[in-house]
């Protein structure tokens, strides 16, 4: 059986593409997912390793009209 993993920094590619496809900018995010802060958005599209949490990817699947897989990036361990 392998095992796979998210691969955080294609993800976070994947999201920006997607999000950009879709028109949404940051703020439209922040405010679609009733986030705190921007800076959320920023981070799952830029520097560092953070990706949405489960409850978030749940959340933007629904406001991207599509499943949470087409969001994630998957690597074999």
């Known amino acids: 059986m392998s095992l796979?993993?998210?691969d955080i920094e294609a993800t976070k590619k994947r999201l920006a593409e997607m999000f950009?496809?879709?028109g949404l900018t940051p703020r439209i995010i922040q405010r679609e997912l009733q986030l705190d802060s921007i800076?959320?958005?920023?981070?799952?599209?830029?520097?560092?390793?953070?990706?949405?949490?489960?409850?978030n990817l749940i959340l933007l699947a629904k406001l991207m009209d599509c499943q949470i897989e087409d969001m994630l990036v998957l690597t074999e361990l």
């Open 39 to 55: 800076q959320a958005v920023y981070k799952w599209t830029g520097k560092g390793k953070t990706v949405p949490s489960l409850d």
């Open 4 to 6: 796979r993993v998210i």
């Open 20 to 22: 950009e496809d879709k």
